[in-house]
């Protein structure tokens, strides 16, 4: 008898041994998707790890039911790399299959993968001109049929889609039903690709000198090293790099995967992509459909796979034939790291490993790596690459810092926006060029606040102030999504009234309405990227013109490639760098380097104006020296000091329970067991930033894990010591959520 061990898509520890009966013997191997049975009758779709001999004791062992999905078959590294996520991000294998599954495989008594049809009309046979001239006499009594017949032969293709068919002509479904029954038309229903897209393929650009002479070190490194960062400041021709690597890698039959950090990147790149590598790109995002994901995974496990992938983190997920390149672009970015729900892994991190389990070569790029990245190489593990010039010779934007205290001491700020910022904005409009506005909501957002007795409202569930929405006139919970209408008074006192506090993008937008009546405004925030698009149109506006001045959160820092904007105004810095993070200012640093990298992107010299009200802060300063080294040196000092990344590691473990009390004496043991072994490697328990949410309390301990300790060691004993704290009564529904490298 042949057994198999399989990882079941759920949140259990472990593998899971079922019989391998001899109808499947031949079609079970590692990496084979397999249907069982699992805790009472429900069926899931089962991943095979191993195949063996060895009968399990103990108990009766159930039979594996059938194959599923017969085409998509895992890799033996697949299989592999998956459960590595598991161990390392400290989470079950079922949930690394989970995520990385698409849930038309993963459930096998819902949905299936089906393929899209298309209904295409016909010849029902050939027909001679003459008797053709017999139909169309005959149909001269069946008015609708015979305009069907004469659009039909005037279209003179020989098959069209029939919905644009009938749509084009005006002619109707029964009409051609009835030219069906006749004999003379036929529909036929057709399996279309839902990933087809159509494309026009273009030359390559050519390098210059800078860029080559980086492409020439790149290749160079790769002889002796696996991951090579590049460092390029923005509009340095990162990505005509990343195209010319790809293109090589191609040439050798060997497979790509290009990584960004959003959604909205992979929109502005694939075009770019598109026009030089054609139908070989395939795109992978959180917004596809699971019918389009399903597709994907049968086409990447197929004989002709999308040679290119381009996708947001979970891409790291697909199956790959012939790995040979990973890049990983904007690889500082904080949206590498997926913080909810589990497997909480960093999609560059997991990419790097997924490189060297295949053997692939990885680039990293960014204009402000991360420390973690830089750290390696400067160290020389990685091969490090600079590019210290825009390409064709575009300066970088000239930085101005308006002090935001002081036009306060002197009553010159009327708003939120700076008289040196309005000056700026006013410049550029006069020349008809375009200005982005950047508000960032990260840590905080607009609240409203009474102005009689000084009462924030918050959420009844979660410990966080409510954001007020001007259009709607209500207050949002951006945890749990709760809704209410605004008060007319203050619910609190019944006397004053609700003022709103931080300005949110929407006062920015109707402040910026008021100072340039005639300019038009567009806003770009989470609100509007939940619709594609909205999103795509408010691009589209804004490349064409039709925007004058965009404002936006996070979103409008990245990847932008606009030639007409000559400003960026960023609203309030002092809110990141004082976010109270250990990277916070590394945070920072990178966003308004990122920012201003979306002025002056050809031509003529861009600006930027940042306002602070601090603005003798070291984050600014080094941003106005330019000097990234010289910042990451003085940060780094600190960080060794205090053993944080890159000079340490971190596992932050979370505890959730509804009752204050039981999760506070659930913490402090916690801490004290781990206190005893670990000592001072223990911080905590701490109350998180927001120490509620959806009514459920949290607590949160830190472990500082020093370079050379085995991190392996010390995430066994923290679960060995959690499992134990889950099993006592006391602590009722606990939870424990780990976070490694948070
Ligand atoms: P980065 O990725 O470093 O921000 P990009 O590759 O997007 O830089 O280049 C910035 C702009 O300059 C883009 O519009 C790009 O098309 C153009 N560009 C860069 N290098 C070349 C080149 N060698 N030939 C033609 N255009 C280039
Ligand atoms: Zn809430």
């Given at each position: 008898m042949r057994y198999a061990d399989v990882i079941v898509p759920l949140a259990v520890e472990g593998l899971f041994t079922y019989a391998v009966p001899d109808t499947l013997k031949n079609k079970v191997e590692a990496g084979t998707l397999v249907l069982a049975a699992f805790a009472g009758n429900r069926r899931y779709t089962a991943l095979v790890v191993r195949v063996h001999g060895e009968k399990p004791e103990g108990y009766t062992v159930r039979m594996l039911e059938g194959v599923v999905e017969e085409g998509v078959k895992l890799s033996p590294v697949h299989v592999r790399f998956l459960q590595w996520v598991g161990d390392y991000y400290m989470t079950t294998p079922g949930e690394v299959m989970k995520a990385a599954l698409p849930a038309v495989f993963r459930e096998p008594e819902?949905?299936?993968?089906?393929?899209?049809?298309?209904?295409?009309?016909?010849?029902?046979?050939?027909?001679?001109?003459?008797?053709?001239?017999?139909?169309?006499?005959?149909?001269?009594?069946?008015?609708?049929?015979?305009?069907?017949l004469c659009a039909w032969i005037e279209q003179g293709q020989a098959e069209a889609e029939r919905g644009a068919f009938l749509k084009e002509y005006g002619v109707s479904a029964a009409a051609l039903k009835g030219l069906c029954e006749k004999g003379i038309l036929r529909v036929e229903e057709r399996a279309i690709s839902r990933l087809a897209r159509k494309v026009e393929v273009g030359r390559l650009s050519v390098l210059s000198e800078k860029q080559a002479a980086g492409l020439e070190s790149i290749r160079h490194f790769y002889e002796t090293k696996d991951c090579v960062l590049l460092r390029g400041v923005t509009s340095s021709g990162k990505t005509e790099i990343y195209i010319h690597l790809i293109q090589e890698c191609l040439e050798q039959g060997k497979q790509v995967l290009y990584m960004v950090p959003e959604i909205a990147l992979t929109l502005q790149?694939?075009?770019?992509?598109?026009?030089?590598?054609?139908?070989?790109?395939?795109?992978?995002?959180?917004?596809?459909?699971?019918?389009?994901?399903?597709?994907?995974?049968?086409?990447?496990?197929?004989?002709e796979p999308f040679g290119l992938i381009l996708g947001v983190r979970s891409s790291v997920f697909l199956p790959f034939q012939k790995l040979g390149l990973v890049i990983v672009d904007e690889e500082h970015d904080a949206s590498y790291k997926q913080k909810e729900p589990a497997p909480r892994y960093n999609g560059r991190d997991a990419a790097i490993m997924l490189a060297r389990m295949t053997g692939a070569k990885v680039l990293l790029g960014s204009a402000t790596p991360s420390f973690e990245s830089y750290r390696h190489a400067l160290a020389g593990k990685y091969g490090l690459v600079e590019l210290n010039a825009r390409y064709g010779g575009v300066e970088m934007p000239a930085l101005l810092l308006a002090d935001v205290k002081e036009y306060r001491r002197k009553k010159l700020m009327k708003g939120s926006l700076s008289p040196l910022l309005v000056e700026e904005m006013r410049r550029v409009l006069e020349e008809k060029q375009q200005v982005i506005l950047f508000q960032n909501r990260r840590g905080y957002s607009s609240y409203v606040q009474c102005d009689h007795c000084g009462t924030i409202p918050k959420c009844r569930h979660c410990d966080v102030s409510l954001t007020y929405y001007k259009q709607r006139n209500v207050l949002v919970c951006r945890y749990c999504g709760a809704v209410e209408p605004m008060p007319a008074t203050c619910t609190d006192c019944g006397v004053g009234h609700y003022r709103e506090r931080t300005p949110g993008t929407e006062r920015v937008e109707e402040e910026v309405e008021q100072l340039f009546p005639d300019c038009k405004v567009g806003r770009l925030d989470l609100d509007v990227a939940g619709s594609k698009r909205r999103f795509r149109r408010i691009m589209d506006d804004f490349e064409v013109q039709e925007i004058d001045v965009l404002i936006g959160t996070q979103m409008v820092t990245k990847g932008l490639d606009f030639e007409h904007v000559k400003l960026v105004g960023v609203i309030d810095a002092d809110s990141m760098v004082n976010f109270p993070d250990f990277r916070a200012e590394e945070r920072a640093y990178c966003m308004l380097l990122q920012v201003s990298g979306r002025s002056g992107r050809k031509g003529e010299q861009g600006k930027v104006v940042i306002q602070a009200a601090n603005v003798r802060n070291r984050v600014y300063e080094m941003l106005l020296r330019g000097d990234y080294r010289r910042f990451y040196d003085c940060l780094a000092e600190e960080r060794k000091l205090f053993g944080y990344p890159p000079f340490g590691r971190l596992v932050q473990v979370e505890l959730r329970h509804k009752e204050v009390v039981a999760l506070r004496n659930a913490a402090n043991e916690l801490a004290g067991q781990l206190r005893g072994v670990l000592g001072g490697r223990v911080c905590g328990p701490a109350v998180p930033e927001v120490s509620k949410i959806g009514d459920v309390n949290r607590l949160i301990l830190l472990l500082k894990i020093e370079a050379s300790a085995s991190c392996a060691a010390m995430k066994?004993?923290?679960?060995?010591?959690?499992?134990?704290?889950?099993?006592?009564?006391?602590?009722?529904?606990?939870?424990?959520?780990?976070?490694?490298?948070?």
């Open positions: 819902s949905e299936l993968f089906r393929e899209k049809n298309v209904a295409v009309i016909a010849w029902a046979r050939e027909f001679t001109d003459e008797e053709l001239g017999h139909w169309l006499d005959a149909l001269k009594r069946a008015p609708a049929q015979y305009k069907l790149i694939v075009r770019r992509l598109e026009r030089a590598f054609g139908a070989r790109v395939g795109v992978y995002h959180s917004g596809m459909s699971e019918q389009m994901r399903a597709e994907l995974w049968r086409k990447q496990c197929s004989d066994t004993l923290l679960k060995e010591q959690c499992e134990a704290l889950k099993r006592n009564k006391a602590y009722g529904a606990l939870r424990v959520i780990y976070d490694v490298d948070p």
